[in-house]
């Protein structure tokens, strides 16, 4: 005789004509569901089996959907959405020198951050992305406001060696970035990367002590790297040698590492990257726009490099929309390769998704739809008139779909965004706020 076997209560059970669990890859699931408690993920089983074995408080039936993980956006400057369209078609550090520390040192306040990032997490709900990975100023405005959210967030711990309205020198900006963490430690949603900017706007006696506390508190960290060909000539006339070996001298060099953009690389470095586990953060809009080059990531994938997809600032690209980035990341490393085959759909949406959490650390709490990890997920309608027929629903994410597409929206079991609104936010208090932004910056 067979031992009676129990109902279990949940919270929420999702059906979904397909899922994506991401890992294992290259996996489609049809008609399956998704069952969550306590904001966990705790099966993913056939839709008929669920009955037997749950029985959950809440339902979402999604039978002209596909549900994904929630993607991370790997790298940005969210309150860099304020400075959106800015300065636009200029290069790099003209870009940066002649407006955008301009525009930053007259406005950036720590409620000039707050107000940013809210707009820009609500921009990323609504494109489907539940984690992003910042790199800003006041930190803790960053972080208040995507709790405010309910969004997940690794807050950069910005490091530079030039003074701004948020700190005076490198240990004022470590000490402060320290503190935030410290206060905001127990908190679920939230966690925390080094982020020193840049290898021309840090030296060698904060790098050193960046790697110390990196090594000691077990954080990544979160910097750009040859992002453009004047940053190497700069560093090679500077130093006497490419930014990357400059800072594999200091130790950088290591799983903990996120390198930004990682564009103009040659094969020697990409083989340091990946026999030091270092992950690399694609940012193909943002790079396209500052004509910063197209980064390697054919070869990079080759030698087993971990690669996630990134927005950068809304300033320099101007859009935080993830299923663009793997649209182009796709495309581009097609026509880079000489090969249609180069990069697949599975691919791109692994870099959008687990890539992306493996370079935070966080892989075994997201970026894949998995017993045990966070309910941070994401539905696709593709009933769309544009989106139909659908053979392939991995090949519609990366080739089809637009941010407009996404339908729902769970961070943590909690929904955020409901048949495209938004929940928590309030849209036009939004907009009217950007507006005050946009009086104040350039009347």
């Known amino acids: 005789m067979s031992a009676h076997k129990s109902v279990q209560p949940v919270d929420l059970v999702i059906e979904a004509r397909w899922i994506v669990p991401v890992d294992p890859s290259e996996v489609v699931l049809e008609n399956h569901a998704v069952v969550v408690k306590d904001g966990r993920i705790v099966a993913l089983l056939p839709q ?8 959950p408080r809440s339902r979402q039936c999604l039978d002209q959907h596909v549900l994904i993980p929630g993607l991370v956006n790997l790298h940005t400057h969210a309150a860099m959405t304020l400075l959106r369209g800015l300065a636009d078609d200029l290069p790099l550090m003209q870009w940066l020198q002649e407006h955008v520390w301009p525009a930053e040192a ?6 000039f951050v707050y107000d ?12 489907g992305i539940t984690c992003f990975n910042d790199m800003y100023f006041f930190p803790r405005a960053a972080a208040d406001a995507a709790l405010a959210s309910g969004m997940r967030a690794a807050i950069g711990l910005i490091t530079v060696d030039f003074p701004s309205n948020y700190a005076a020198d490198a240990d004022d900006y470590l000490a402060k970035g320290l503190a935030v963490r410290d206060q905001l430690l127990d908190e679920p949603l939230l966690s925390f990367c080094l982020a020193p900017h840049a290898p021309y706007t840090v030296g060698e006696r904060s790098f050193a002590r960046v790697l110390t506390l990196a090594e000691q508190i077990e954080l990544p960290i979160h910097l750009h790297l040859h992002e453009t060909v004047q940053e190497l000539e700069d560093s090679q006339r500077r130093f006497g040698m490419r930014p990357i070996e400059r800072i594999r001298r200091l130790g950088l060099l290591s799983p903990a590492l996120i390198a930004v953009h990682a564009v103009h690389l040659s094969a020697q470095e990409i083989e340091l990257l990946a026999e030091h586990g270092c992950s690399v953060a694609h940012c193909p809009s943002s790079n396209l726009k500052l004509a910063s080059g197209i980064a390697p990531i054919t070869e990079l994938a080759a030698n087993g490099v971990n690669i996630g997809l990134g927005t950068d600032g809304a300033a320099s690209n101007n859009r935080l929309d993830l299923f663009q980035e793997m649209r182009l990341a796709a495309l581009l490393a097609k026509e880079q390769a000489g090969r249609a085959d180069a990069i697949n759909a599975h691919q791109v949406l692994h870099m959008a998704t687990l890539g992306g959490a493996r370079a935070l650390g966080l892989e075994a709490s997201i970026g894949s739809i998995s017993p045990g990890k966070w309910a941070d997920l994401c539905a696709v309608r593709l009933s769309h008139m544009a989106l139909v027929p659908c053979y392939d629903p991995v090949s519609h994410l990366s080739y089809v779909v637009g941010r407009e597409h996404v339908s729902e929206v769970w961070v943590a079991g909690r929904m955020r965004v ?3 609104q938004l929940i928590e936010n309030n849209e036009t208090g939004l907009i009217k706020l950007a507006l005050l932004w946009q009086n104040k910056i350039r009347p």
């Not at 007259?106 to 409620?111: D, T």
């Not at 940013?116 to 494109?127: D, I, K, N, Y």
Request: hydrophobic share 40%; charged share 20%.
């Open 48 to 55: 008929g089996e669920v009955a037997g074995r749950f029985a």
């Open 106 to 111: 007259e406005h950036v306040s720590a409620q």
């Open 116 to 127: 940013g990032t809210l707009l820009a997490c609500a921009e990323m709900l609504r494109g």
């Open 418 to 420: 409901e048949n495209g």
